[in-house]
């Protein structure tokens, strides 16, 4: 890890960022407007490499109302045949590099009937039906626990922030439980209905491996879904990742706003 966070350094002149922002799948324009320096992940020593072209992979490092910010334009899944310790390392830089406070954002289906594509949906809780836990392995104690306490992984007082922010914009907001699942299939009809009975408002393939190594390293934790699908059921036909991505355009605008304000109001 010294060795990512040394070569980071000498990149940015010693950066300390206070804010980290992880951009979910076609979240990611705040980087590009707000960039001071960016390097790409394929740089980066131990970071995973990526193999698509034109893929957008890069940190930026930002001052953004008067704050240092460092964002992830574009994260790595577990569905891609990472391992969850592979997608979880930039959240242990992160920490390393300084940062405070983590903001997870990420397009999921909708599961509770009254949200709506284009709502965004602060995330008071989670549930991790990825089927492992990035935790698993030996543990670097200089970091974390071994059997970390996850009761308020999401804090409340920036879960009051970001309704307060939200508040002020005249924006409206779902407060919800993200359920997580490893895709990369999407969910059939009677998932859907089993995610709702057991308590899940929205759905998606990411956030809870960072969001579980976050907290374990005791890095304040806000999570913003945007909705953009109603997730799959016997009334709404089917789902294709072009529709995912036009309803996170939709809904970027409002995203964009919100976000800027939680970082002037943090
Ligand atoms: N299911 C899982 N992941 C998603 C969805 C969905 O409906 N929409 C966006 N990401």
């Known amino acids: 890890m010294q060795n990512t966070i040394d ?3 000498t990149k940015t002149n010693f950066f300390k960022p206070e804010i980290g922002i992880i951009l979910g799948s076609g979240l990611g324009e705040i980087a590009d407007e707000f960039c ?11 970071f995973i490499k990526s193999t698509v072209q034109g893929h957008k992979g890069r940190l930026v ?3 953004i109302n008067n704050k240092n910010v460092i964002m992830m334009q574009g994260r790595n899944h577990f569905y891609e045949g990472h391992s969850m310790q592979e997608i979880t390392y930039p959240v242990k830089i992160m920490k390393l590099l300084g ?3 983590l903001i997870l ?22 549930i991790n039906n990825m089927g492992t836990n990035p ?7 200089s970091l974390g626990e071994r059997f970390p306490d996850m009761t308020e992984i999401y804090k409340k007082q920036l879960i009051q922030l970001a309704e307060k922010c939200a508040n002020n914009l005249g924006l409206d907001i779902q407060k919800g439980v993200y359920w997580a699942n490893s895709g990369p299939s999407y969910e059939t009809p009677a998932e859907i209905k089993m995610i709702r009975k057991l308590g899940g408002d929205a759905v998606g393939m990411s956030t809870v491996p960072e969001a579980i190594v976050a907290n374990y390293c005791k890095l304040n934790v806000l999570g913003i879904s945007c909705i953009t699908n109603t997730a799959s059921s016997e009334t709404s036909g089917e789902l294709t990742h072009e ?24």
């Open 135 to 141: 935790l698993i392995g030996l543990n670097d104690n």
């Open 36 to 46: 001071d320096y960016a390097i790409s992940y394929n740089d980066i020593p131990n």
């Open 61 to 63: 490092f930002a001052k």
């Open 105 to 126: 954002t990420n397009a999921a289906g909708a599961v509770n009937e009254s949200y709506k594509p284009a709502d965004l949906m602060i995330i008071k809780d989670h």
């Open 243 to 266: 529709e995912v991505i036009e309803a996170a355009n939709k809904a970027k605008v409002k995203f964009k706003s919100l976000l800027l304000k939680i970082i002037q109001e943090l």
């Open 7 to 9: 070569f980071i350094n």
């Open 99 to 101: 940062v405070k406070t």
